[in-house]
């Protein structure tokens, strides 16, 4: 006789994971608000319970603050350099010690310089780096409040403006009285897509460091110069359909990578403000590997 408590709770991770699908292709694709809540209705049983289910699916950015903003080993700042006629802000964390530090860009996803990227600028602070989150929607005023907002404003952007607009901020920070001349990069989402780009951007990165981001074209392969470190989520069947032709590209150019996958993870299996997709397991491991990684490279 089959265990029907198995069977329900099979059938419960299986609507789970549409649903997280669904918003999946709601915050990276153009579904339209109104569509995504009647695709969601229809899974879970009418309007009232889509609306009801929606808090838990977006971020909560109350629980952003795992180091928190006046933390007083930290100094913060927000700074702004040129990048190709352009003037970009940033939010920049390091330790209050004056001592010089290998140097970290991090690369917001596609909701832009929030709450939880700046807390993973300030991780990566008290780490011991000199850590810089560039606003990419600096040159349209900045990242607003509303989410849905900044990732149609993302979404806007053109893709070799932004890649320079980021790449400027490697010689920013490698000439930085605090910096040691070291730089790396840490991306996420659609940040994530944005490190590959910039390891190909013909920059002095030395190291590069993608979380669940699209991957190069592969005509673009053979300009990759830094080290890559690639963190992927089993689940994530939208980004991971580009895994193996990159990664065929990579050992025929000879490309110097490390790549992970997380079993049973989801995109954005990093973001601890997203109850829906963090996956504490896998986010802790891929951080110690990319502390690890950046402490390898950027090393004088």
């Known amino acids: 006789m089959p265990d029907m408590r198995r069977t329900d709770q099979e059938r419960r991770n299986k609507l789970d994971q549409k649903i997280i699908d669904l918003y999946d292709e709601f915050t990276h694709g153009d579904m339209s608000r109104r569509d995504f809540l009647d695709r969601l209705a229809q899974l879970v049983g009418g309007a009232a319970a889509a609306l009801a289910l929606l808090p838990a699916l977006q971020n909560n950015y109350a629980q952003a ?5 006046n933390d007083e080993r930290l100094a913060i700042s927000r700074v702004e350099y040129d990048a190709a006629g352009a003037k970009i802000t940033g939010y920049l964390a390091r330790l209050k010690d004056g001592a010089k530090r290998p ?3 991090v690369i917001h996803e596609n909701r832009g310089l929030n709450p939880h990227i700046q807390d993973v600028t300030r991780r990566l602070a008290v780490e011991g780096f000199l850590a810089l989150a560039p606003d990419a929607l600096s040159p349209l005023g900045g990242t607003p409040a509303d989410e849905s907002k900044a990732t149609e404003m993302i979404g806007s952007l053109n893709a070799g403006e ?11 920070l490698a000439s930085h009285e605090g910096s040691t001349g070291k730089v790396g990069v840490v991306g996420f989402c659609w940040g994530g897509g944005m490190v590959n780009r ?7 990165l030395n190291a590069a460091i993608s979380y669940y981001g699209a991957q190069l074209p592969v005509a673009d392969v053979p300009k990759v110069s830094a080290p890559l470190l690639l963190h992927y989520a089993s689940l994530d069947q939208r980004i991971n359909a580009g895994i193996a032709d990159y990664e065929a590209a990579l050992k025929a150019n000879n490309k110097f990578y490390q790549m992970y996958m997380y079993e049973g993870a989801n995109h954005a299996f990093n973001n601890n403000t997203n109850a ?20 390898k490279y950027l090393s004088p």
Do not use: C, H, M
């Open 198 to 204: 910039l390891a190909a951007a013909g920059t002095s």
């Open 162 to 172: 932004t890649v320079a607009r980021l790449a400027a901020a490697v010689p920013f």
């Open 103 to 105: 140097a970290v860009i």
């Open 276 to 295: 829906a997709r963090y996956n504490k397991e896998a986010a802790d491991l891929a951080w110690s590997r990319t502390i690890g990684f950046l402490k």
């Open 65 to 69: 603050q795992i180091i928190t903003e």
